[in-house]
Nanobody
Framework: QVTLVESGGGLVQAGGSLRLSCTAS???????TGWFRQAPGKEREFVAA????????YYADSVKGRFTISRDNTKRTVYLQMNSLEPEDTAVYYC???????????????????WGQGTQVTVSS
């Protein structure tokens, strides 16, 4: 019922910045929207999430202080501002949403019903 469209991935030098966006259409507003990433040979890992109502934010320890998640509910868009990028941040980044997910499950990718197609972020040293 919900379609997610991502943009903003690309190639950047270490220390640089990128901003990813995720725009939703159809269905109802999700309770939470999350960003996950997956590198080759690695499991999909939680990056950040934001609550639609109230704007509460959550971050993986590995990105705290460097990444910022924000949203514009009018545009149904969630952003991930990534600063001070490191080669270890290289991965395919996915946007995920679910209208009924609860706070205790937001770090678990299996709990999300809707996913974007993924966008590649490559950070060179």
């Amino acid at each position: 019922q919900v379609t997610l469209v991502e943009s903003g991935g690309g190639l950047v030098q270490a220390g640089g910045s990128l901003r990813l966006s995720c725009t939703a259409s159809g269905g109802t507003l999700s309770r939470y929207t999350g960003w996950f990433r997956q590198a080759p040979g690695k499991e999909r890992e939680f990056v950040a999430a934001i609550r639609t109502s109230g704007g509460h934010t959550y971050y993986a320890d590995s990105v705290k202080g460097r990444f910022t998640i924000s949203r514009d509910n009018t545009k149904r868009t969630v952003y991930l501002q990534m600063n001070s990028l490191e080669p270890e941040d290289t991965a395919v980044y996915y946007c995920a949403a679910d209208p009924r997910i609860i706070q205790s499950s937001i770090r678990d990718y299996a709990q999300y019903d809707y996913w974007g197609q993924g966008t590649q972020v490559t950070v060179s040293s």
